[in-house]
Structure formats: C-alpha cells, structure tokens
C-alpha cells in the first residue's frame, strides 16, 4: 500500500509575474530604489529605544570570550560613558538568536539582564550541531579574472561538499546577476552546485587591440591625480606601438609626434576609467541590494565578499557615498561581511617583458611602481568594507578555505550590549561607539567601525516637517503598503504571497515535497497549516474556514507548472493533541530538471497569507538508470520501532513539517526504480554530517513490478536527544554495480 496518496490535479493559466525577477540583487535594488525616492520627505525621527550594538570578543589565541558580565563592558562615545541597558549572549543561528535581539528593541528592557551562562559541554555541542546561519557568498564576477573565477568555484564547491551544515541557509549570489534564478537561500546542495556552475568571468575586456596595457588605476592615477611619471611612460609606449613621428623605430617624443599619441592615450585613459567606475558601482549596488533584501530575515548574517579588489577613488563624485551606504546598510540590516581577495600577490617585476601585453622596456620603474600601488589600492576598498561591517579582511588566496572556516567560527557567538541615547548627536549616529573590557587588556574586541545611524523602531515618533503633524510610530511608506496590499484582490494579494523573496508568515504554512517516477516524472506535493491559526469559531460545527491556495513548480528555463485549489476546514471536536493541523496534497507532472516550488495560502475570512518553498532535483528517468525517488516521512506515535517487512503493512499519513516526538517512531518510505534484481537499504541517521545512528542493512522485498520496488521502514526516536538531523538512504544492487542516495532532514521534540 503506497505512503502517498493521490490527491485531485487541477491546473489553471497564471501570469506568474511576481517568479520572473527571483534574482537578489535585482530585487533589492528596486526596494532601495523606492526607499530612495522616500528619502526626499523631511524627516525627523525622535526615539527613546534602546540602541543595539552587537560585539564580539577574542582571548589571544583567537576564540571567543565567554563568560563576561555586563559590568566589564565600558562603552564610550566622544569619550562620555554609556550605562549597559541591556545584555544577552547570543549563538548566531540557534533558535532563540531572533528573540533575543528582538528583546534589547523592548521599552521594558531597562536593566541589564545577568550574564549569561556557559552552557555544559554537552549541551553546546548539541546547539551548535543543530546551528542554522544564513551565508550568502557574493561573487564580485565582474572584477574577477579567469584564474580568480577558478579558485572561487573549487573553493565553494568545497564548502557545500564538506562544511555546509544541513541546517544552514546559503545562497550564492554574483554582482553581474549571471546566477539569476538559482542566487536564492537554500539548504539544497544541488542548487549551490548548479549555482556554481555558472560563474564565469564577466568582466568588460577593453575594445583596444593594442600591446599597451592600462589598468583602472593607471587611467584613475593620471585622470584623477596628475602622475606626470606614469603619464610620460604610457606616452612613451603608445608612440612606439603606434609608429607615431619620424623616430618611430624607438619612439619620437617630439611635438609632432604627441599631436599623434596624446588625443589617442587620452581617449583610452577616460573610456578605461568611466567603465571601470560603473563597474565599480554597480558592485556595490549589488552588494547592497543584498543586505536590503537580507533585513527581512531574523538574526545575524554573514556575507563573503569574493573579488580581486576594485577602485575607489575619493575624488569622484558618488563613490565614497555608495561605500558608506554599503557599510552602513549592513549594519541596519544585521550583515557581517568578510571580504576575501582573489588576486595574486605576484607582481611579476622579473627582467622579462611580457610580448602580448607591452613591448616597451621601462629603464625608470615607473611600471612597476604603479604595479605596486594598484595591488594596495585595489584591496583597500575590501579592507574599508570588512573593518566597518565588523568583518575582516582576507587577502591570500591561499587561505580560502582557512579564511571560510575561521569566519564562521569567529561570528557564531557574540555579546548583544543596548543602550540609550541622551544626546542630539548620539540620536543621529554623528558618534562612533568604543567597547572595552575592563581590566582585561588580553582580550579583543571586534564590532562595526562605521558610525552609528539609529534605524526607524516601533516606538519612534514619527515628525514630518513639511506637513506639520505627528504621525503614530511605525514607517508611514510601510503602513501605506499595507493598506494597498489589503485592498488588492484576493488573487492579487495570492501572487504577492507567491512572489515574496521569503516566505510570508502571517499564516503559518508547511510544504514538504518529493519525486516520484511514473509514466513521466511526478511531485507529490504535501501541504499543511495549524488549526488554531484559521479563524474559526469555538462551538462545534459553527464556522467553517475556506483556504486559497495556489503553487507552482519553476525552473531556471521558464518552465512553470501551476496548480490552484481551495481547502474548506471544518470545525471538528477533536481529543487535545489531536488534529491539530489541516494538511493537504497535490500532485504535479513535470519534466526532468532543478525545480523550486511554492505555495501561497489565503485565509478568505482574515485575508491573512502564508507561503512555503522547498527546491527539489528531478532525475531524467528516460535512461532507464538504476535510481530512488525522494524520501517520504511518517510518524507512528506511542511505539517503538518495528522491522521493515512489519512496518510495510500498514500506510502511514505524511509528516509535512518534519518535526517528530521521541516517543514515536520514524517512518520512511522510498521506491527502488530499474533495480533489475536483488536490492541492499543502507540507512542512517546523521547530525552535524556524523552518524549517530546506522540500521542494518535491508534487503528490498521482491515485487511483480521489478522497475518499481518499494520500501519502508521505521525508526524508534527515543534514542536520540531532541534537535536536527539527517536520515541518508542509500540502495545497492546486489552485484554492487550499481548505487543511488537520497536524504532529508527531520527533527526530534
């Protein structure tokens, strides 16, 4: 009897408009871009909050400080004391961070709370294990030579092989946008490695078919800063590769010959630098696009910043500018970002000339000292970033996977420290925040450099001098989206949910999906939403609740299979513990390919919407390959584990959410396809990538459909200690040619 039941398809033509721009970057610059325009109103904003500051800090063999109080914190601005308002050890990633930073934001938080416990051994392994950050790689592609493109995909493809932890969120995105539809968050490896596979070199290679290299800081030394020196060189060069004057053979410096060479070096020295300016910004346009997009999600996050280095040139208008708001948008939005440069340090300053670039010997150095000056320039930018984010900079590419590693460890705890303003300079962020320990000269301290610029929070009082009135806290842009989002149409309120970067959670929503091979390839679409969510009435049979769903299964080559359904919920008198949850199903034929699908849910009576999406794998099944469908869960309460051939008895609901008690028992099921004989199971339970559970291995029963075998099993939970894990299922043929594995991940309460 299969685990799964079919339930009823039913497809409609949609505009899928809102799944078209998925891209990060693309869709944060548009939100800056409105809150840009916003920034035209007058604004004052008057705030008793507390001001959150989140601190790290190191003992000398660089591990984290634990155990400090928060009297032994001394905060100083322009060298006034600020009292401790507030005071929490915080574990980047666990379950609790959001709350914890949510509680310094409370008015009522006016103490400091007592310093926080070292957790056992025991108990830490377990948190950290069950840890779930959120990493973005930013790939700056458009600074990144072809060598330099080939150690970031080796050194990301190790990380998602051999560091990722199964609970983490990660996405890969890229300043040039070339990932596109697959730059999201994920815990799904083959979306990162599918994302990897496209970074390619998208830099803009000059349209000049000449010998005389100019680089970006050349064309920005002379431009921006008069270097006569390196001006006379690259004149010198130029005239010999263009043959100008009658001294062409080595290079005529008389008058006649400039009237030649200069317009032509000129032209090229503003083309090279107004290109690599809009290179530069839109980098930074893209890396701040993703920490305005990243402010939605709770808790810390860590971004790594992946370039050879850029320019930035202070006495052009707009670049610093773009840098400070970079730096400054990180803080607002809770990033960390560690940069890492990619270039080699080699400068290749032998007595050899390179023929392909310049053939033009420099007996002055000239070359070799703007050789010297870009590499420091270059970097300087990453530095600036990483210093002011409370990140670090990272500048040998030999160390990258070092460099990852020692970063994760180094943000996966920290001091979250709130205190209050009580001047106009320290309201408007006109002050840098200096952190110290007292009597404990050992130990560093890291936080964000940048100067501190208050954010909006609910207990602002909003004054706008233009229209001479006192508005009600929250943002008036944000309240006035609000109204419109409400009296959109249902539909148009669905496809909104349907669109979001990130789920919506104003009705809670699960998804749980998995692959199955028929005629054509299946996904079997499990649905589920909380009973004591929906708006129902109390007394028995009273009110019923009607649910608008729709979904879709997309992927990066436009194809979209859609579906729409809707879902009445009865009131029903159930036993506590009972019923408690409303799940549904749907079924969907696709073709072989990486999909990510989602669903947005309606509640018609409150017009509250939720949404859930979970990417998925669907193997191409027309080989006739030896294979496994996906793994689907079920839960049998208040048993032990029984046998395979016993558990394969008796079918089983799907369990949507993943979330099991210890005292039931696991249920998986899976099919075997194109077994062509005797089948082996090798199961195992895994936390943090280690086992901590392996069941023996099974033989596959033999059925009269040997392309189509299936298999369940069930696992007792009481075993193992409450937290996240990983059941792995591999099947062997018995002439042990022939192997597939599939995973998922569940927890126990």
Known sequence: MPLIKPSFRRTFSLTFLALV???????????????????????????????????????????????????????????????????????????????????????????????????????????ASDRGRVIFFFVDDVHLSGASVARARAALTRFVEREMNPNDRVAIVSASGQIGFLQQLTDNPAVLRAAIARISDKRTPEAYGGKTRISEYMASQIQDYRNLELYTYLMEAVKVEMQAGPGNRHGDHELASSYSAGPHLRNRLYQIETQARMATMGTLDALRGLMLSSAQLPGRKLVFFISDGFIVNERKVGALEALRSVTQTAERSGVVVYTMSLRESSLGLGSSVDASTNDYVDPYSRKAGATFGELAAAQEPLRTIADETGGRAILNPDSLDEGIREAIRETSDYYVLAWRPATTEQREGRLRLKVSIKDR?????????????????????????????????????????????????????????????????????????????????????????????????????????????????????????????????????????????????????????????????????????????????????????FNLSSIFLGERRGGQGAHAEQAGQKSVTVDVDHKFARTSALRFQTYVYNAGGPVWIHAQVLRNRRPVMTLAPARVPLTADPARLPYWAEIALDKLPAGQYTLQVSATNEAGKATAAQRINFSVE
């Not at 800056?32 to 705030?47: M, P, S």
């Not at 964000?448 to 609910?458: C, L, W």
């Not at 159930?574 to 947005?600: C, D, I």
């Not at 018609?604 to 006739?624: C, H, K, L, N, Y």
Request: charged share 20%; aromatic share 4%; hydrophobic share 40%.
């Open 21 to 127: 721009a998925f891209s990060l970057p693309a869709d944060a610059q548009q939100e800056g871009r409105a809150q840009a325009a916003g920034q035209a109103d007058d604004i004052v904003r008057v705030t008793t909050e507390l001001v959150q500051t989140e601190i790290m800090v190191f003992d000398k063999h660089g591990r984290f400080a634990d155990g400090l109080r928060p009297e032994q914190f001394e905060l100083t601005l322009a060298g006034t004391k600020q009292a401790v308002s507030f005071f929490e050890r915080v574990r980047a990633g666990s379950a609790s961070e959001a709350a914890q930073l949510a509680a310094t934001r409370k008015p009522s938080a006016t103490a400091p709370a007592p310093a926080a416990k070292a957790d056992a051994p025991e108990a830490s392994e377990s948190l």
């Open 441 to 625: 000269p050992d130990l560093r301290v890291r936080l964000r450099n940048s100067i501190y610029e208050p954010a909006a929070t609910a207990g602002a009082q909003v004054v706008s001098k233009a229209a001479g009135n006192s508005k009600e806290s929250g943002n008036a842009k944000e309240t006035a989206a609000a109204k419109a989002q409400q009296q959109a149409s249902p539909d148009a309120q669905l496809l909104t949910a349907l669109g979001a970067l990130y789920p919506r959670r104003a009705l809670p929503v699960s998804l749980s999906v998995g692959y199955m091979q028929a005629a054509e390839p299946i996904l079997r679409l499990s649905m589920q939403t909380e009973r004591e969510a929906l708006d129902l009435d109390p007394q028995p049979g009273a009110k019923q609740a009607f649910l608008d769903v729709i979904g879709a299964a997309v992927d990066d080559r436009g194809i979209v299979v859609t579906f729409k359904q809707v879902v009445t919920v009865a009131h029903e008198s159930t036993p506590p513990g009972e019923g408690s949850v409303v799940v549904w199903n749907q079924q969907l034929n696709v073709k072989p390919g990486l999909y990510q699908v989602r669903v947005a849910v309606r509640e018609r009576a409150s017009g509250r919407t939720g949404g859930a999406q979970q990417w998925i794998e669907v193997p191409d099944a027309s080989q006739a390959v």
